[in-house]
């Protein structure tokens, strides 16, 4: 999966990684992982982040499952 538009949106929203990770309840490392497709994000994740990052829920395609 390709999650720049995502990690463009985290950037916009928070300015950082590091600050979002914080925001969201994750280390760095978790959400670098999860970034570069090396964990998985679960259904509950994935709304969370919507809400935190404004995303409305049908752009979650766009976001989540663009190849």
Known sequence: MAYSKLLGR???VYGTR???A???GYSVQTLRWK???R???GQK???KICE???IPHE???VYFFNF
Do not use: H
């Open 22 to 24: 914080e925001k969201a």
């Open 18 to 20: 590091k600050a979002f």
């Open 35 to 37: 970034l570069d497709g």
């Open 52 to 54: 935190l990052l404004s």
């Open 39 to 41: 964990s998985e994000w």
């Open 45 to 47: 994740e994935i709304l």
């Open 59 to 61: 752009d979650i395609p």
């Open 10 to 12: 985290i950037v916009e």
